[in-house]
């Protein structure tokens, strides 16, 4: 079955029901007793999904019933569970208005927790499905293409906003924006790119060198907007949840804010252009960065009207993208899937 929902509908005794696609609504109606009223808001979702701790639904569960030691509610949760909701009217949080939590049910003998959190979390509808994988194929990095247009306000905060929703390791949010206009500043980054792409050109091998100093790599003077995106590693404190083991995540989360700011801009007709051919010290000096904090993405932003139908390195011969089948392998490094 698909699309099995929980819902929690009453006050003061909790009724769980399970609902299906074509199937008679199954009800099994748990009474918790506790006085307290309880309204899980919305409906979780779980025919093909994963809830709680891994527990995967595919068939009709006969009833949805909770299952837990009759036991005051609060006990039996825990505080983490027992959250209370603010009065509306007062802001002040009284008890027996609850907000539920993580609540145990069981369903075929399994027993699995109804987060309170969750929401619907199906497939998008097929048009919507669309322009996601649209904005994932046609997104270029864009280096001669920015029109003068300039980016209004409201665009550029909903690309912010988009890479300010990126996951991060243990939702540090190490990310800063920092939105460049002046002309002044753009031209100082523009001398460190070329100082930079200078050196970078003599690393290549002699036949590469032609090839190399005829691309363009950067668009820097000709859009409107550069946008540093900076990553402080001193954010969350000095052990954060994810990355005890592996700092390098909060650069890894960074990025992720990047790749999002950079889908959305592809929706609302803005180019992005990546430019990281620069010493990082230019960077730092250029932007008076603390040492805490770093330059992962200098990004060059602007409407564009056209766009490379292909990566434009592979539009001029220098790089291919590679077969996805060459890159997957099942089980361990090297086995060919
Ligand atoms: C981390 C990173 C750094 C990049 N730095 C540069 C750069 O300095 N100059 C440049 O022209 N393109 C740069 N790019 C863009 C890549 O060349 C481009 O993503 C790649 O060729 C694929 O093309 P597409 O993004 O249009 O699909 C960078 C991309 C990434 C992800």
Redesign the pocket.
Known sequence: MRNAQVRFVSYRHTSYSVLGDGVPPMCSCARVSVGLSLLLSGALRLGEGIIGNAVQLRDVPNAVKWTGPQMPLAERFGKAWFRMKPSQKTGQTKPGRAMAGACPVSVQGKTMTAEPFLTDAGPFAEAERAAVYRAIHT???V?SQFTDRPINDATLLRLLTAAHHAPSVGLSQPWNFIVIRSEAVKLRAQTAFAKANAEAQAMFPEDRRALYSSLK??GILTAPISLCVTCDHSRGGPVVLGRTHQPQMDVYSTVCAVQNLMLAARAEGIGV?????FDPADMQQLLDLPNHVSAVAWLCLGHVDAL?SE???QAKGWAQRVPLADLVFAERWGRRA
């Open positions: 997104r270029r990095d280096r790599l950067e252009g990546w430019v990281s051919i490379y990566p434009e390195l």
